[in-house]
T-cell receptor, first 108, second 112 residues
């Protein structure tokens, strides 16, 4: 079946560091891909999405590119802030699958 | 979250008792979903609905049932709660699956 694999956390960075969270997927067809963010005590929020190969989703300084050849959708941000501390989930719309989540902590 | 509310937010119940969680939306979205979130497992789909009275099972549906008698409400029932159903439950809605979801704030359920 379809699946999503995320890099294991937790990830701890200093403010202004570069962030990469890896996500790879296995899917039939051409799914849409998503990144969601969950702040403490809250539900998930859609961060960005891409609906076809080579699309780049972006929002709030985060971006991810739909790479069909490597079946990947890695999340990146050039300069993280303390307020980016949260859990990040990669997902695809086939079978409504989510990754296990990656906890990011950004220290001042 | 705008347009979607879950109730109750917290509940403690005893093993063997029935429990119903409610998800209410004001967005008139076609699709509604119930997920559970557990450490190390991310989110796992329990049941989903693609219209009034149209529901289907997800990855972890055993021990759960759902009903959708109106577009705006999607109920999740644990017929006889067990300790393994202690979890945080999230409802989500979507107008089109390729657009992603809007999530509720969650219900923390503890079965003792």
């Amino acid at each position: 079946g379809d699946s999503v694999t995320q890099m294991e956390g937790p990830v701890t960075l200093s403010e202004e560091a570069f962030l990469t969270i890896n996500c790879t997927y296995t899917a039939t067809g051409y799914p849409s891909l998503f990144w969601y963010v969950q702040y403490p005590g809250e539900g998930l929020q859609l961060l960005l999405k891409a609906t076809k190969a080579d699309d780049k989703g972006s929002n709030k300084g985060f971006e991810a590119t739909y790479r069909k050849e490597t079946t990947s959708f890695h999340l990146e941000k050039g300069s993280v802030q303390v307020s980016d501390s949260a859990v990040y989930f990669c997902a695809l719309n086939n079978d409504m699958r989510f990754g296990a989540g990656t906890r990011l902590t950004v220290k001042p | 979250d705008a347009g979607i509310t879950q109730s109750p937010r917290h509940k403690v119940t005893e093993t063997g008792t029935p429990v119903t969680l409610r998800c209410h939306q004001t967005e008139n979205h076609r699709y509604m979903y119930w997920y559970r979130q557990d450490p190390g497992h991310g989110l796992r789909l329990i049941h989903y609905s693609y219209g009034v009275k149209d529901t289907d099972k997800g990855e972890v549906s055993d021990g759960y049932s759902v009903s959708r008698s109106k577009t705006e409400d999607f109920l999740l029932t644990l017929e006889s709660a067990t300790s393994s159903q202690t979890s945080v439950y999230f409802c989500a809605i979507s107008d089109r699956v390729e657009n992603g979801y809007t999530f509720g704030s969650g219900t923390r359920l503890t079965v003792v």
